[in-house]
């Protein structure tokens, strides 16, 4: 059974950086898809980045250039570096992968 991890979540002013980090169990990670997703209070979740078993990379328009999704396949882990926060980045940031959520990881973004 697939058990996902984040981390790395907090809180960070506007223009500042975090990276968070989605440690996966199993042995199935590195041919598997991996998205990260996020809801904000009030709002439906959405898919803010995507990276494929070959590294193909997808994001929303609202992060593009400004998020980096990458994976490390040695350590099972799937990292999201998002840089130039903005406040409309607070939400609770999930990963999924094969029908399997983890438990979210808070992200707050003060103006």
């Known amino acids: 059974q697939v058990r996902l991890v984040e981390s790395g979540g907090g809180l960070v002013q506007a223009g500042g950086s975090l990276r968070l980090s989605c440690a996966a169990s199993g042995s199935i990670f590195s041919v598997n898809a991996v998205t990260w997703n996020r809801q904000a209070p009030g709002k439906q979740r959405e898919l803010v980045a995507g990276i494929s078993s070959g590294f193909s990379t997808n994001y929303a328009d609202s992060v593009k250039g400004r998020f980096t999704i990458s994976r490390d396949n040695a350590k099972n882990t799937v990292y999201l570096q998002m840089n130039s926060l903005k406040p409309e980045d607070t939400a609770v940031y999930y990963c999924?992968?094969?029908?399997?959520w983890g438990q979210g990881t808070q992200v707050t973004v003060s103006s």
């Open positions: 999924y992968m094969v029908g399997t």
